[in-house]
């Protein structure tokens, strides 16, 4: 480490390939910050600094009051993920900005920078003005995108009412106001960037803001009575986080979320287990169950037994089962006053189907829907848990089901408030039930959660979440996701983190087949290559067991895909046109790879090189077949051997909307 002391006006830092050029100046008296990519310049003097409601604004009249340079280059592993071993290779600066005004006023802007992006954020120590309880009004951090009038952008809208459950739009950045992040982008050059954050901890999520041609600024969700943040004197910020690289590909195969994360704070966490399951869950979003009790009714002891028998021959390791508990019956959406979480209906019981579940070796998944009312679920929730966990459970799947801003929270004086899912509030209700689980030995999957910013590193019991348009959409939305979502999913959604999609629906034709319905806009081949393209450490195999059971051949694929990697590489793609993706087993030598297109069928051809040398390996070939083609002709799939070494290449043929799922046996 070294330190100066000299003031200074510029400050330069380069990422460890030198590609990345960082400046930091304080012209004007206004700390801003400035990014070259490969000698372009891809962010123009992006301003810094945060107002508060009742102390002075850390924002004009500021100069660069000491610099602090770091260099680290070190490997950690994560328990599960999509890789194994993880490389952080960065170098810091850390830049005091102080007051001219008085010398007491000062913060700090720590940068690192990757060779895949950079990261920044503010570490405000306690000081005059800012001694105890501090409410941030305003945080000033810009993103003003250079050289980005030509630029494509791929984004959602913020602040909706379906929190991130939208369609992507691909548009000219004129056309956006305020969306969500991650948001990418890519500039006429090729370059891809990519807008986000990191470790976000007690703090209001970030928006982006367009308020000028270009020129994006923080905007962060706020509370119910207008205030961004509530913190306490010496608090840092999440990481503000641009993810560069010169193709789409590249964004794919970075780390630099979870790198600025802090290590996992669990310890011992080998209670938390990948893998994949099976649900009593499809059947309620098609009509054939309901969750409420009732002829319909599909939590019953003896269906989920059904689930258990077929998870257990065919080696899946959960079963989730919605609907189980007392709350169903009214009117439950944006209402979750309604439900209880140690009381199941009549027909459930717990114990028999965990009992049954044991000797079985499948475990109940459980399943906790809130509705949005968090007070409620906060009061039961360590006793919900503590059942689970008397019974087995090792996994709870939560629900947040409300529309945007309308999670309904009792303040301390019993008074009623509305607040959004992605603001401090939330933030931080969500990870209290993420580390009340912890102390429970069970692993949580989100659904409608607040984002994913790479804390699965810290807390790797935060197993998955939604968080995007996911497989339901198929089954009631208007539209269903069409055909290119998944192939913009990996370059945006999936740069946050892990989803629980719900991949492999078989049966399209449950509403009729063509475009007109709802049904998945794919075709089945490209139902198991989600499998490999859409990262999760668990996925569910998303169907009724007899749509399985009526294309077994196809059902293989799942059967052997594993959810935990030793490796991941994207080898190509385009976004919202196609991606590929393969990957290493964690155990076992096996490859897989996973490839899908968007409307357009379309040919690639993919070199094996990411297999061992000197080995021979047997293609196990899930592709679409020849008149496949989404609208009309989805099953039309082909399964055929090939054996193949690192140095073969191989042609893929994908459908309009279709794809390929290969596993790779490792021949001994
Ligand atoms: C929304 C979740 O995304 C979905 O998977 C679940 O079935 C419903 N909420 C009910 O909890
Ligand atoms: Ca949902």
């Known amino acids: 480490m070294t330190s100066s002391s000299l003031a200074a006006k510029s400050v330069q830092l380069l990422s460890p390939n030198g590609e990345i050029k960082l400046l930091i100046n304080d012209d004007d008296s206004r700390p801003n910050y400035q990014i070259e990519f490969s000698q372009q310049k891809v962010i123009a003097p992006s301003q810094l600094g945060m107002e508060f409601k009742n102390a002075e604004s850390l924002s004009e009249g500021f100069e660069i009051k000491e610099v602090v340079r770091n260099s680290v280059d070190t490997w950690w592993q994560l328990p599960w993920g999509e890789r194994q071993d993880v490389q952080d290779k960065h170098n810091e600066v850390a830049i005091t900005f102080a007051a001219k005004r008085n010398s007491t006023n ?9 060779d895949d992006g950079i990261g920044f954020r503010y570490e405000v120590p306690k000081q005059q003005g800012l001694l105890a309880d501090i409410e941030i009004t305003n945080e000033l951090t810009q993103f003003s995108l250079a050289d980005a009038e030509q630029a494509t952008a791929w984004w959602i809208p913020a602040r909706g009412w379906n929190r991130y459950e939208y369609t992507y739009r691909t548009t000219a950045l004129s056309d956006i106001d305020r969306v969500h992040t991650p948001f990418t982008y890519k500039l006429k050059s090729g370059v891809h960037l990519s807008i986000h954050e990191a470790a976000l901890v007690d703090y209001a999520a970030m928006t982006l803001d367009q308020r000028r041609p270009g020129l994006f600024k923080a905007d962060l969700t706020p ?52 893998g994949k399951y099976v649900g009593i869950w499809w059947g309620m979003h098609v009509g054939e169950n309901t969750w409420a009790s009732g002829k319909k009714h599909g939590a019953t002891t003896s269906e989920t037994k059904r689930y258990m028998d077929f998870a257990a021959k065919y080696g899946f390791q959960g079963v989730l089962v919605e609907g189980w508990n007392i709350g169903w019956d009214g009117e439950w959406f944006n209402n979750g006053d309604l439900f209880h979480f140690s009381d199941s209906f009549d027909d459930f019981d717990l114990k028999a189907v965990t009992d049954y579940g044991k000797h079985k070796n499948v475990q109940l998944i459980g399943h906790h829907e809130t509705s949005g009312s968090v007070s409620n679920y906060r009061d039961q929730m360590s006793d919900a848990y503590a059942l689970y966990q008397q019974h087995g459970v090792k996994q709870i799947k939560t629900g947040y089901v409300a529309d945007g801003g309308n999670i309904k929270r009792i303040d301390e004086g019993g008074i009623v408030r509305k607040e959004w899912h992605d603001g401090q509030f939330m933030v931080a209700e ?35 979440r939604e968080g995007a348009r996911g497989q339901e959409f198929n089954a009631w939305g208007t539209p269903p996701n069409p055909p290119e979502h998944t192939a913009i999913l990996p370059f945006t959604r999936l740069l946050a983190g892990p989803m ?20 998945p806009q794919t075709t089945l081949a490209k139902q198991l290559a989600l499998y490999v393209v859409l990262y999760s450490p668990i996925q569910m195999a998303a169907d009724l067991p007899r749509n399985y059971v009526a294309k077994l051949d196809a059902f293989q694929f799942i059967v052997d895909v594993p959810t935990d990697w030793q490796e991941s590489k994207a080898i190509a793609g385009e976004v919202g046109d196609y991606v590929v993706f393969a990957r290493h087993e964690r155990e076992g030598d096996d490859w897989y790879l996973g490839a899908l297109t968007d409307e357009n069928a379309r040919n690639i051809t993919i ?9 021979t390996y047997q293609a196990q070939i899930y592709r679409d077949g020849e008149k496949a083609e989404w609208k009309h002709n989805p099953y039309d799939l082909v399964i055929e051997e090939k054996s193949v070494t690192a140095n073969d290449e191989l042609s893929l043929r994908l459908a309009t909307s279709g794809g390929t799922a290969i596993r790779f046996k490792a021949l001994k």
């Open 430 to 464: 969500y990870l209290h039930s993420v580390t009340e689980a912890a102390k429970h030995k069970i692993s949580i999957n989100t659904h409608e959660p607040i984002k994913a910013t790479g804390l699965r590193r810290t807390y790797p019991n935060w197993i998955a």
């Open 500 to 519: 629980d999609f719900t991949p492999g629906i078989f049966d399209m034709s449950f509403n009729g087949l063509g475009d007109k319905s709802n049904r």
């Open 223 to 274: 509370w119910s009575d207008g205030v961004l943040v509530k913190t306490k004197a010496g608090f840092k910020t999440p990481w503000r986080t641009i993810q560069i690289s010169k193709d789409a590909v590249g964004l794919l195969n970075s780390n630099l979320i979870l790198n600025l994360n802090e290590p996992n704070k669990l310890g011992d966490v080998s209670w938390v287990e990948p």
């Open 106 to 114: 000062r913060y700090l802007v720590r940068f690192r920078a990757f």
């Open 607 to 615: 070199k094996l090189d990411f297999l061992a040398e000197g080995k």
